[in-house]
Antibody
């Protein structure tokens, strides 16, 4: 079964840091681009960023509002993608999802993890 | 960034109804559009990609169409399990932006 499982969410104070993990199973993780998407309570989906595969030199890209504060990385030996959240703000409170980007024949996100909740509050 | 605008924001319908949701891109994205279904407390689920290709396992009452800037998601005969929020998403260029969502409610 193709599956993604996130972990690492929790309560953190403004200005703090948190590292989220996304463990993949059931597919060739090393050949897949991985993305992070977040969703504040009652709001829509917001793309956070991505990391490409080794074939794409592990290229990263981020949403403008998160660039410089968030870092995406991966460890293909552990089938795991990471999202490092730094300098957190209250508006970063959201459920964070990881998802795989399929490119053939056309791009789409599938599957999605169950999400992990990050709450930024004092 | 490409802006994605869905309409309506919410719609009330009955089991058996035909429902159409529209998504408009701020610039042409050819067929690089996907539709997702999300139920409360759950992750989004891929329904349609490439504007009109049905994801494996998705019921045939779901269909998508469109090209360029204007797209539609149609549910031909609503079932109880279809009441959810639907999002369109462009995969033409980064950042991969989503529409604001359309909440489909029971009338």
């Amino acid at each position: 079964e193709v599956q993604l499982v996130e972990s690492g969410g929790g309560l953190v104070q403004p200005g703090g840091s948190l590292k989220l993990s996304c463990v993949a199973s059931g597919f060739t993780f090393s050949g897949s681009a991985m993305h992070w998407v977040r969703q504040a309570s009652g709001k829509g989906l917001e793309w956070v960023g991505r990391i490409g595969s080794e074939a794409n030199s592990y290229a990263t890209a981020y949403a403008a509002s998160m660039k410089g504060r968030f870092t995406i990385s991966r460890d293909d030996s552990k089938n795991t993608a990471y999202l490092q959240l730094n300098s957190l703000k209250t508006e970063d409170t959201a459920v964070y999802y990881c998802t795989r980007l399929l490119n053939i024949p056309i791009s789409r996100f599938d599957p999605w993890g169950q999400g992990t909740l990050v709450t930024v509050s004092s | 960034d490409i802006q994605m605008t869905q309409s309506p924001s919410s719609v009330s319908a009955s089991v058996g109804d035909r429902v159409t949701i529209t998504c408009r891109a701020s610039q042409g994205i050819t067929s690089w559009l996907a539709w997702y279904q999300q139920k409360p407390g759950k992750a989004p689920k891929l329904l349609i990609y490439g504007a009109s290709t049905l994801q494996s396992g998705v019921p045939s009452r779901f269909s998508g169409s469109g090209y360029g800037t204007d797209f539609t998601l149609t549910i031909s005969s609503l079932q109880p399990e279809d009441f959810a929020t639907y999002y369109c998403q462009q995969a033409d260029s980064f950042p991969f932006t989503f529409g604001q969502g359309t909440k489909l409610e029971i009338k």
